[in-house]
C-alpha cells in the first residue's frame, strides 16, 4: 500500500513536472481567450497556438534557426494574428511575448519578404527561395539592404564584407573566391654577362637598348630615355 501511494506520488510529480516545462505562459494566454475570439476560427488560433511554440522552441535550441523565427513571425504578421492576444502590431506581439526587438522584427520582415517563398493563395512564407538556400543568414541580411542591382552581382562566395562595401560605396571587393586571381606577370630573366673585351660590351649594350626598346613601348609615358655605356681598356 505504501510503495502503490510513493509510485502514484511520483507520477503525479512527474505529470506536473512536465506541465510546467511544456506549458508556455503564451500558451496558457491562448487557452484562457479561446471562444471569445470572434475575429479568428478556431483553426486559425490553432495554428498561432503552433507557430508560438515553434519560434519558443527555436529560441530556446542553441542552434536555433534564423530562418524559421523569422518566418514564423512573418507569417503572424501576414495574418494579422498578433491581435489574437490583444496586440496592435507584429512588433509589440514580437517583443512582449519573444523579447524580439522592434529592429531585429523589423529585419525579419525585410528578409523573408527578399528571399522568401511566398504561396500566391495565402501570403505566407514557406520557406526560402531555392536559389538563396545556400546563402549564409549574415549574407542574406546584409543583401536585403541592397537594390536589385546591387544584388545581382553578388553570389554565394561573396563575403559579407564585400556586399557591404557595394551596398555602401556601389564597390564589389574583389577576393579569391569570387572570381580567379589574375595571372601574375612572368619575370623577365635579365642577364649581364661580363667580358674581358670591347665586343663583349658593345654586345651587352645592344641588348640593353633592345630591351629598352621593349619597355618603352609598353609605357607610352617613358620619352627620350639615351645610354651612354662607357669602356675602358
Known sequence: MVQETTEKK?????????????TLPVI???ESIRGTVVNHTPEEIDEFEKICR???????????????????I????????????????????AKRIFGISRS???EFKR???????????????????PEFQNYSVSQLVEMSKMDK?????????????????LRLNNELQEISSEKESAPK?????????????????EALEKSLLSRLSEFTDEHEVIRNIKITLSYEE
Open 10 to 22: 511520483m507520477t503525479t510529480d512527474k505529470a506536473e513536472e512536465t506541465t510546467t516545462e511544456t
Open 28 to 30: 496558457s494566454d491562448i
Open 54 to 72: 515553434q519560434i519558443y522552441e527555436e529560441q530556446k535550441n542553441s542552434n536555433n534557426s534564423y530562418f524559421q523565427i523569422a518566418i514564423s
Open 74 to 93: 512573418y507569417n503572424v504578421y501576414i495574418k494579422k494574428w498578433f491581435d489574437i492576444l490583444g496586440d496592435s502590431d507584429i512588433y509589440n506581439f
Open 104 to 106: 531585429r522584427c523589423s
Open 111 to 129: 528578409v523573408v519578404e527578399a528571399f522568401g517563398a511566398i504561396d500566391e493563395k495565402t501570403n505566407c512564407c514557406t520557406g526560402i527561395k
Open 149 to 165: 542591382d546591387q544584388q545581382e552581382l553578388v553570389t554565394e562566395n561573396t563575403s559579407v564584407s564585400s556586399m557591404k562595401k
Open 185 to 201: 606577370p612572368k619575370k623577365r630573366n635579365y642577364q649581364l654577362y661580363k667580358g674581358d673585351n670591347l665586343e663583349s660590351y
